[in-house]
């Protein structure tokens, strides 16, 4: 559950986004390693990716669905889909929000593919809180520093020196991104 300090002052959906999030703080690969469990199978096939995938992504769409938040019509569980298709909604900020999702890089450019010459986005969290510490709850990763393929689902302090963009928690609406008539958002962020 959202601590009652943090509550106050979000949406109904960025809290049951949040609220799912915290909630699964904990699930963990099982074996070790395999970006496979319970609910890590769950998600990929909820979004169509293949069982055993890095999972980040998959945690994020996952809360962010069970809110009601904007979320890639389809390659959900790939960091650079969020990035392309917040993009062309314009919906990338520098301000941290809770709810956000915050997208980390490599700062390589992607060289080939739908993605060529976006920086790499490698790794997705969401943003739990900006003050005092600015965390995250964090999909495929560790409980020590960064590691974007790592096992638990675990709270993090976001490494700002990472920090590709944040993606605003819009509303899933009737809005499309121009060329996706299936992608979904609403007008601004809550």
Known sequence: MIPASLAAGLSDNVRRTLDFALENIGVCEDPVGSNRGPEI???AREFG??????WCALAVAKARKEGGLWLPSHDAGACNEWFF??????FTSDTPVPGAA???????PVPSGPYKGQMD???IGLVLRVTPVLMSIEGNTTL?????NGYVQALKEVDRSRVLCYILPGIAGP????????SQLAEGAS
Request: charged share 25%.
């Open 85 to 90: 298709g917040a993009r062309v909604l314009e």
């Open 102 to 108: 915050v997208l980390y890089t490599n700062r390589t």
């Open 41 to 43: 199978d769950a998600w």
């Open 175 to 182: 809005r499309t991104a121009p060329g996706d008539a299936s």
């Open 144 to 148: 020590g520093k960064y590691d974007r």
């Open 121 to 123: 986005a490698v790794h």
């Open 49 to 54: 990716s293949p069982v055993g995938s890095f």
